[in-house]
């Protein structure tokens, strides 16, 4: 295989030939392969938190993050946990890289520990919010997030109030803002498109 | 014969009983002194021990009156709570910062998107300093508070007269809330944000210990834990408290008067400690007396894990 220069050794092209099947198998051909993913936002309403006299911020709820291969839902893997009070995010820790790739679906899911309150369900939206502009980053593809009936219009109702738009039925769809909200209640029955107007303010 | 007997004999008889005379009249004083002797030793011994018993119940009293306090201090968690969230709640800035600015740079079109995220976390971050504020003031009041009303109750038990020893009202001599030395803040150093974990190392936000599983953030930094970049008008302020261990968490406990150091400005306190000063007076007749003094210092309880 091997043939020597008078300057030198030189790798003949089956070497070369090779190194790039090496490099072909080993890099991210993956990235052309399109994963899909469960991402699964559980709220819970925490209780005696911040019990002090004057306590302006004792209600608060927490959303965790865990995302998981839909080919592998068991080996969910927890990413983050947000504390939030009235809807507004007042702590974050994160808890493992987030390791989906570039260009792979997402599935998001809401779910609820208890029956959800008001906090909860503020929470989810802001939740669903940042969500959208990770995956937005990542070039991932959310196709749709799933609301326990429960609480499906009261978070869509906290996502029109952040500015998020109820896609008309009959609207030409490429005028639909860059961020979409595709809302579907579990068990199914309501569906609702809601986007989020950019560039110009919503 | 009979005669001689009898005459020798009474001479016996009164000479034996004469000495016995003797003998009863010496034991008699000897008794009497001996007695002395001993009224006296134990008047001594009871002052003395009373002396000690009040002593030790003086000390006593300091240390509940210190530990009233100190329960009163991390009240429902709510120091350790407030550290856990201003904590995360920097993570939180620090996340949004990172979103908003990449956002900007590769999709500016969705910037009004992005920007509310970031002005929600900044203005939690003044939300939660504020309460922080409120949280250590109410710790500070509320445990004097404790501390003044546990001793108005222990003092009337105190006055005393007895024959060999009189005890006055106890007297408060100083109240004060601070901090444990060598405590740091409850809570364990939060990753993955490389940039951050490195500046939080650089800065020396995070106490280095040999074991990494108990890397804490420091407590009581005079101006608080700051970010990087356009973020660094925020400060995090975290207090001393201690930690869970094993997930067991610190109960209030006495310790040495002398672990008590003051608590830095806007921080809350986590110790309580107390001196009194109690006059007790001994004898009979001639009096002595003097003052005594006890100082107690009681913890807080430690922080629970975060929910």
Request: aromatic share 6%.
């Amino acid at each position: 295989m091997f043939t020597r220069s008078k300057n030198g050794k030189k790798l003949m092209p089956g070497m070369a030939l090779l190194a790039v099947a090496l490099i072909s198998i080993l890099s991210p051909a993956r990235a052309s392969e399109q994963r899909a993913w469960d991402v699964k936002l559980q709220t819970e309403e925490l209780q005696r938190q911040f019990v002090y006299r004057g306590s302006t911020i004792n209600a608060v709820a927490k959303i965790k993050t865990k995302f998981a291969l839909s080919t592998n839902p068991d080996e969910a893997k927890e990413y983050e946990a947000v504390w939030y009070h009235d809807g507004k995010p007042i702590g974050m820790e994160k808890l493992a890289e987030f390791n989906i790739g570039r260009g792979d679906i997402l599935y998001v899911k809401v779910s609820h520990k208890k029956s959800p309150g008001e906090e909860e369900c503020k929470a989810a939206a802001f939740s669903l919010m940042r969500m959208s502009l990770s995956a937005y980053h990542k070039a991932n593809s959310i196709i749709t997030m799933t609301i326990p009936t429960e609480s499906f219009s009261r978070i869509s109702n906290e996502l029109q109030a952040r500015g998020c738009k109820e896609i008309p039925q009959k609207a030409d769809q490429s005028n639909a803002g860059q961020v979409r909200f595709n809302l579907e209640s579990e068990p199914e029955g309501m569906r609702q498109h809601l986007f989020f107007v950019t560039g110009q303010g919503s | 014969m009979k005669t001689k007997t009898t005459s020798g004999n009474r001479q016996n008889h009164s000479s034996r009983a004469a000495s016995s005379r003797q003998r009863t009249g010496n034991i008699l004083v000897v008794t009497c002194v001996t007695f002395a002797v001993i009224s006296v030793a134990m008047i001594i011994g009871y002052s003395f021990a009373g002396l000690y018993f009040v002593n030790n119940r003086l000390q006593t009293s300091a240390d509940e009156i210190a530990l009233a306090g100190a329960k009163k201090l991390n009240d429902r968690d709510r120091i350790g709570q407030m550290n856990n969230m201003v904590a995360r709640c920097r993570q939180l800035v620090y996340s949004s910062r990172q979103d908003y600015e990449e956002t900007k740079k590769v999709f500016p079109d969705l910037e009004n998107f992005a920007e509310p995220l970031l002005t929600e976390a900044r203005d939690s971050a003044g939300l939660l300093e504020k309460e922080r504020q409120r949280v250590s003031s109410l710790a500070e009041t509320e445990a004097m508070t404790a501390m003044r009303q546990r001793f108005d109750d222990v003092k009337t038990t105190y006055a005393m007269t007895l024959p060999w020893m009189k005890v006055d009202e106890p007297q408060l001599r100083d109240l004060k809330v601070g901090r444990v030395d060598d405590v740091e803040s409850n809570v364990e150093e939060l990753k993955h944000f490389g940039d951050l974990d490195k500046n939080d190392v650089a800065q020396g936000y995070v106490l280095d210990l040999q074991a990494p599983a108990m890397r804490l953030y420091k407590g009581e930094l005079p101006d608080g834990m700051r970010l990087p970049g356009d973020d660094n008008d925020l400060v995090f302020k975290l207090s001393s408290l201690p930690a869970p261990v094993d997930n067991t968490i610190a109960p209030a406990r006495v310790m040495l008067p002398n672990r008590v150091e003051p608590a830095t400005a806007g921080n809350a306190p986590s110790a309580a400690r107390v001196s009194l000063r109690l006059k007790v007076e001994t004898g009979l007749g001639f009096s002595s007396g003097g003052v005594l003094h006890s100082t107690g210092a009681a913890s807080t309880t430690g922080a629970c894990l975060q929910q």
